[in-house]
């Protein structure tokens, strides 16, 4: 099974920063990883699909890089509905979710 | 709209059975493969079950596997998942989601989720 390793598990953070978080697959999974979005109580938003291209309807400040076996999601000015969790997931083989990156306020 | 609507959730017993359902509208659903995804109290996501568009090919996650039945129907817009023997193990909000495409793509359209619960 191919395993997620995201980083940092939190994150603190304040309106306007730029904020970067990575996620590490135990293969290479070449581009196939996605980024989602997660408020509480509510369902996942993809944001970022084959490594770096933007879901529809999905704010630029989002922008998403890597292949093989690192990579990272990249919030540039982070707004205050920003603030939720951010899951990474590869679909090279089934499919497989990072453990999560919380985004809190600082 | 696009729009996933999960129901059938509850409380169960250990051992018991649970069929929830997802209520597909606003686009094709016969052209998507469709998942369903968990995800435990205060934990993360973890993918169930996938089935291709046409519900010819299932796959599921070893532990799931010989528990759990992934279905389709398509004339009524709706898929299924039948849980038998359930476990503890298996509380959680259970998500039906729709593949990007055909089967082997993220997912980019959720329901809102139904919680199921096992516990004696």
């Known amino acids: 099974d191919i395993q997620m390793t995201q980083s940092p598990s939190t994150l603190s953070a304040s309106v306007g920063d730029r904020v970067t978080i990575t996620c590490r697959a135990s293969e290479s999974i070449s581009a196939w990883l996605a980024w989602y979005q997660q408020k509480p109580g509510k369902a996942p938003k993809l944001l970022i699909f084959?490594?770096?291209s933007l879901e529809s309807g999905v704010p630029s400040r989002f922008s998403g890089s890597g292949s093989g076996t690192e990579f990272t999601l990249t919030i540039t000015s982070l707004q205050p509905d920003d603030f939720a969790t951010y899951y990474c997931?590869?679909?090279?083989?089934?499919?497989?979710f990072g453990q999560g990156t919380k985004v809190e306020i600082k | 709209q696009v729009q996933l609507v999960e129901s059938g959730g509850g409380v169960v017993q250990p051992g018991r059975s649970l069929r929830l359902s997802c209520a597909a509208s606003g686009f094709t659903f016969s052209d998507h493969a469709m998942h369903w995804v968990r995800q435990a109290p205060g934990k993360g996501l973890e993918w169930v079950a996938v089935i291709s568009y046409d519900g010819s090919n299932q796959e599921y996650r070893d532990s799931v596997k010989g528990r759990f039945t992934i279905s389709r129907d398509n004339s009524n817009n709706t898929l299924f998942v039948q849980m038998n023997s359930l476990r503890t193990e298996d509380t959680a909000v259970y998500y039906c989601?729709?593949?990007?495409?055909?089967?082997?793509?993220?997912?980019?359209?959720w329901g809102q989720g139904t919680l199921v619960t096992v516990s004696s």
């Open positions: 084959e490594a770096s």
């Open positions: 997931q590869q679909y090279y083989v089934f499919w497989t």
């Open positions: 989601a729709r593949d990007k495409a055909e089967g082997s793509d993220p997912f980019d359209i």
